[in-house]
């Protein structure tokens, strides 16, 4: 599990390097904006180290908000079908 999820999720989640980083390779600065972990450390960086570049909170706060409310519809889906059973 660690091999095949976390480990390329860390890697390309904007973890260990700002997202502006990525501007010499635009293909995959736009491909890693599918992964949820990039939004969060983007933000958190946004909130720690204002002067250095990141996302805008603008873009970060609502997209973090959508994740959490869709893993929130679909946690609560599948406690209810497994409660039911």
Same mark, same amino acid.
């Given at each position: #599990?660690?091999?095949?999820?976390?480990? &390329?999720?860390?890697?390309? *989640?904007?973890?260990? @390097? &700002?997202?502006?980083?990525?501007?010499?390779?635009?293909?995959?600065?736009?491909?890693?904006?599918?992964? &949820?972990?990039? @939004?969060?450390?983007?933000?958190?960086? !946004?909130?720690?180290?204002?002067?250095?570049?990141?996302?805008? #909170?603008?873009?970060?706060? &609502?997209? +973090? +908000?959508?994740?959490? *409310?869709?893993? +929130? !519809? !679909?946690?609560?889906?599948?406690?209810?079908?497994?409660? +039911?059973?």
């Amino acid at each position: #599990m660690f091999t095949l999820v976390l480990a &390329p999720m860390i890697m390309f *989640g904007c973890a260990y @390097y &700002p997202w502006s980083a990525l501007n010499s390779f635009p293909v995959l600065q736009k491909v890693v904006l599918v992964n &949820p972990l990039v @939004y969060a450390c983007e933000g958190l960086r !946004a909130t720690l180290v204002p002067q250095f570049p990141h996302l805008s #909170m603008t873009i970060v706060v &609502p997209v +973090l +908000l959508l994740l959490d *409310g869709a893993v +929130l !519809a !679909a946690g609560l889906s599948r406690f209810q079908q497994k409660a +039911l059973s």
